[in-house]
């Protein structure tokens, strides 16, 4: 179980400390690795990620209240800024104990990007079989900003 925390951990900082990556709202360009120089857009070599900073744990272990498993581990993610400037991060997690295929979607946010240990705001989404969704079927969370909403 810790081994997929970890996995989860790497690649958000792996997604916070690309190369180039751009300056986040609310934080300076001094709290984000510098770009290395061996890799300008003019350069026909391919980009390649390096993690160039120190670790920070985003996210633990969430509380599932009544679907708790000891086997539940974080899997697929997403990441998004809201309109009120706050950053969300929304997880599948498997092998949870609920019905059906034991997926749910939980979530976490911060006001602070880089700054370690999210709050955690609950089970953001599990399926519902009296509107007809496969139990515990949920897979990959994503984020769709469309005409401003």
Known sequence: MMKNIHLLRVAICM???????????????ADLP??????????????????????????????????????AEPVDFAVF???DNRWHLISCIRKTTHPGSGRLLYRW?????LKGGWEPQGIFLSSNPK?????????APFHVRYEGR
């Open 15 to 29: 997604a916070v400390a690309v190369s180039g990556w751009a300056v986040i709202p609310g934080s300076s360009a």
């Open 34 to 71: 510098a770009a290395s120089p061996g890799l300008q857009k003019e350069e026909k070599t391919p980009m390649i990620p390096r993690v160039s900073g120190p670790w920070v744990e985003l996210v633990g272990r969430p509380p599932l209240e009544k679907w708790n498993s000891p086997d």
């Open 81 to 83: 800024q809201s309109d």
């Open 109 to 113: 946010t911060t006001d602070n990007f």
């Open 131 to 139: 509107l007809n969704h496969a139990e515990g079927r949920l897979q």
